[in-house]
T-cell receptor, first 118, second 114 residues
Framework: GAVVSQHPSRVICKSGTSVKIECRSL??????MFWYRQFPKQSLMLMAT?????????EQGVEKDKFLINHASLTLSTLTVTSAHPEDSSFYIC??????????????FGDGTRLSIL | AQSVTQLGSHVSVSEGALVLLRCNYS??????LFWYVQYPNQGLQLLLK??????LVKGINGFEAEFKKSETSFHLTKPSAHMSDAAEYFC????????????FGQGTTLQVKP
């Protein structure tokens, strides 16, 4: 079935560092990818919708300059947390939409990235 | 606008007992409804979904859910809980335009006691 690979699974870095998270669709072309943030014991909050070849659409309250999203190819979207601070520590999850909707589901999720800023 | 409310942030059942996780939605358009399961430090796995047609939907791992428009509900059930069912469960809604954008509920932690 469709698989989405998210890398890295865990990152620990110092405050002020920029961190890049990759989301790849392994066996389908994803014209649309989504980025979510999840705090402990809470739900997933959509941060932005990433469309291949165009600018991402950010949800209200999400800082565009803080969370840079690039979707340069049909199989890769990246989220860069710029100048990360401890309050950016969270679990980040990406998902990809298979336009053919194989597997009969709207989005295929990566396994998430645990980001810890010291 | 769309929203999802999951009643009960934590549900505890005994192994072999009925599982019932509640979900109510609000949508100005015909909804697509989903249940996902999340294990610790992992992404989400689709259990089942409702788009159109039969209102009783069967999913993986013995789960099923029934779409009740009059009650704006989409509760998840399983006749007999297994220890491996312990996880976080999320109900989600998207619009019938099927842009793929999902709105999630707050989540329900299912605990299964031996």
């Amino acid at each position: 079935g469709a698989v989405v690979s998210q890398h890295p699974s865990r990152v620990i870095c110092k405050s002020g560092t920029s961190v890049k998270i990759e989301c790849r669709s392994l066996d389908f072309q994803a014209t649309t990818m989504f980025w979510y943030r999840q705090f402990p014991k809470q739900s997933l909050m959509l941060m932005a919708t990433s469309n291949e070849g165009s600018k991402a659409t950010y949800e209200q309250g999400v800082e565009k300059d803080k969370f840079l999203i690039n979707h340069a190819s049909l199989t890769l979207s990246t989220l860069t947390v710029t100048s990360a601070h401890p309050e950016d520590s969270s679990f980040y999850i990406c998902s990809a939409r298979d336009p053919i909707d194989r597997g009969n589901q709207p989005q295929h999720f990566g396994d998430g990235t645990r980001l810890s800023i010291l | 606008a769309q929203s999802v409310t999951q009643l009960g942030s934590h549900v505890s059942v005994s192994e072999g007992a009925l599982v019932l996780l509640r979900c109510n939605y609000s949508s100005s358009v015909p909804p697509y409804l989903f249940w996902y399961v999340q294990y610790p430090n992992q992404g989400l796995q689709l259990l089942l979904k409702y788009t159109t047609g039969a209102t009783l939907v069967k999913g993986i791992n013995g789960f099923e859910a029934e779409f009740k428009k009059s009650e704006t509900s989409f509760h998840l059930t399983k006749p007999s809980a297994h220890m491996s069912d312990a996880a976080e469960y999320f109900c989600a809604v998207s619009g019938s335009s099927n842009t793929g954008k999902l709105i999630f509920g707050q989540g329900t932690t299912l605990q299964v006691k031996p």
